[in-house]
């Protein structure tokens, strides 16, 4: 054993880490070939891979499985292989819960509405389910697709009726613009709350089943999604996870949590006959947290699906954006968050000053750095006590899409 084998110098100690990550992340990318890793943390379809990002120091592993990171687009075209798609990272992660519950689900450039003038749009969505996973899966597995069809049925329509004439940028054009994007969106939401409400935990639809009722009626799920386009960001949010825009090093909120002590929110539900009872919490009728949600039959119609949807302007200055459940937001407010976030992805920006200043960051770089903020951001949470689970997808802003 030679002498440095045996100092464990704080220094040696982080030396050797580095290269057994280092170690770790050549192999299971050489091992990976044309399939997809088991566990994957990072997605990048323009270099067609996923790799997993390497948190050993944490002690953290993701949760998803690649089915939930898996690209979908819509139709082929001569163009889609130039068409530049968000880096982004993610972490899912039970934390002291013992039940993982929440979901994660990414598809870049998922289709081309006419709408977006057939450029791509980018799908991202974080569900917290509650009563169990049922409906937090099925968000995972069908959202993306019903809002694909929406927005697809929405353009086909805004097809045919602008076959006169050219449209202008005027005030009145963007408003009609917006509100077809927000019609596609409560449509979908509209739609996959009849599947969870339709659907038995064991699969079964219209509970043709043995199944007892109460399994399905229990569960529900939250969701915030966000729809990323070259010029705007498009949330829809139905209950406490989160979409938050870093702008500038400061947050900019793009969805506000519905809680059942927000004063608009606890008059709709007195209005629709329920009741707020504090147990633990604000809770309606004593049992859930959250006010809106997908799924939840036995609280139907005081829990509403319906979501809020915001439509925002991307701007050069914007950076990142961070999607969660409430396990990151209930120890982190929304400023702390974006401060870390933005301070681990300028840390971690390349300062090699032999590429220029024009030169373009690695896509390795960035993609190690945006998976380091969503597992910083989580580690965080941990350590500030959370006891949910926590997920989180951290996307870049900082180019057109």
């Given at each position: 054993?030679?002498?440095e084998?045996?100092?464990d110098?704080?220094?040696?100690?982080?030396?050797?880490?580095?290269?057994?990550?280092?170690?770790?992340?050549?192999?299971?990318?050489?091992?990976?070939?044309?399939?997809?890793?088991?566990?994957?943390?990072?997605?990048?379809?323009?270099?067609?891979?996923?790799?997993?990002?390497?948190?050993?120091?944490?002690g953290?592993?993701?949760?998803?499985?690649?089915?939930?990171?898996?690209?979908?687009?819509?139709?082929?075209?001569?163009?889609?292989?130039t068409?530049?798609?968000?880096?982004?990272?993610?972490?899912?992660?039970?934390?002291?819960?013992?039940?993982m519950?929440?979901?994660?689900?990414?598809?870049?450039?998922?289709?081309?509405?006419?709408?977006?003038?057939?450029?791509?749009?980018?799908?991202?969505?974080?569900?917290?389910?509650?009563?169990?996973?049922?409906?937090?899966?099925?968000?995972?597995?069908r959202?993306?697709?019903?809002?694909?069809?929406?927005?697809?049925?929405?353009?086909?329509k805004?097809?045919?009726?602008?076959a006169?004439?050219?449209?202008?940028?005027?005030?009145?054009?963007?408003?009609?613009?917006?509100?077809?994007w927000?019609?596609?969106?409560?449509?979908c939401?509209?739609?996959?709350?009849?599947?969870?409400?339709?659907?038995?935990a064991?699969?079964?639809?219209?509970?043709?089943?043995?199944?007892?009722?109460?399994?399905a009626?229990?569960?529900?799920?939250t969701?915030?999604?966000?729809?990323?386009?070259?010029?705007?960001?498009?949330v829809?949010?139905?209950?406490?996870?989160?979409?938050?825009?870093?702008?500038?090093?400061?947050?900019?909120?793009?969805?506000?949590?519905?809680?059942?002590?927000?004063?608009?929110?606890l008059a709709?539900?007195?209005?629709?006959?329920?009741?707020?009872i504090?147990?633990?919490?604000?809770?309606?009728?004593?049992?859930?947290?959250?006010?809106?949600?997908?799924?939840?039959?036995?609280?139907?119609?005081?829990?509403?699906a319906?979501?809020?949807i915001?439509?925002t302007?991307?701007?050069?200055?914007?950076?990142?954006?961070i999607?969660?459940s409430?396990g990151?937001?209930?120890?982190?407010?929304?400023?702390?968050?974006?401060?870390?976030?933005?301070?681990?992805?300028r840390?971690?920006?390349?300062?090699?000053?032999?590429?220029?200043?024009?030169?373009?960051?690695?896509?390795?770089?960035?993609?190690?750095?945006?998976?380091?903020?969503?597992?910083?951001?989580?580690r965080?949470?941990?350590?500030?006590?959370?006891?949910?689970?926590?997920?989180?997808?951290?996307?870049d802003?900082?180019?057109?899409?």
């Open positions: 054993m030679t002498n084998d045996k100092d110098s704080p220094m040696k100690c982080r030396e050797r880490r580095r290269r057994r990550i280092e170690m770790r992340r050549l192999a299971a990318i050489c091992s990976a070939g044309p399939t997809f890793p088991a566990t994957p943390n990072i997605y990048t379809t323009g270099m067609k891979r996923i790799r997993t990002a390497e948190n050993a120091d944490l953290l592993s993701p949760t998803s499985s690649s089915e939930d990171l898996e690209a979908s687009s819509g139709s082929p075209s001569a163009t889609e292989e068409d530049a798609v968000p880096v982004f990272g993610t972490m899912s992660f039970p934390g002291r819960s013992r039940v519950e929440d979901a994660i689900c990414v598809r870049t450039s998922l289709c081309r509405p006419e709408m977006n003038r057939r450029r791509p749009v980018h799908f991202f969505g974080v569900y917290d389910g509650h009563g169990g996973t049922r409906v937090a899966s099925l968000c995972r597995e959202m993306h697709v019903l809002m694909e069809e929406e927005l697809m049925r929405v353009g086909s805004r097809e045919s009726e602008c006169v004439g050219n449209s202008n940028n005027s005030k009145e054009d963007q408003q009609e613009e917006e509100e077809r927000r019609t596609a969106m409560r449509r939401y509209e739609r996959m709350d009849e599947v969870a409400l339709n659907t038995c064991c699969g079964s639809v219209g509970y043709q089943c043995t199944c007892h009722s109460m399994e009626a229990l569960a529900g799920s969701a915030v999604v966000a729809v990323l386009t070259a010029d705007h960001i498009v829809a949010n139905c209950g406490d996870s989160r979409a938050v825009l870093c702008r500038r090093g400061r947050a900019v909120p793009l969805s506000s949590d519905h809680k059942p002590s927000r004063p608009d929110e709709r539900i007195e209005a629709s006959g329920g009741r707020v504090f147990v633990n919490g604000a809770r309606v009728e004593g049992i859930l947290a959250t006010s809106r949600a997908l799924g939840d039959m036995y609280l139907k119609p005081i829990v509403t319906e979501p809020e915001s439509f302007k991307r701007d050069p200055e914007d950076e990142c954006l999607l969660a409430d990151l937001w209930d120890v982190l407010s929304n400023d702390l968050a974006c401060e870390v976030a933005s301070e681990c992805l840390e971690g920006s390349p300062r090699d000053a032999s590429r220029g200043l024009s030169a373009m960051p690695q896509k390795d770089d960035e993609e190690a750095l945006y998976a380091s903020a969503a597992a910083l951001l989580t965080l949470a941990l350590g500030r006590k959370s006891a949910d689970n926590i997920s989180v997808i951290v996307v802003l900082k180019r057109t899409y």
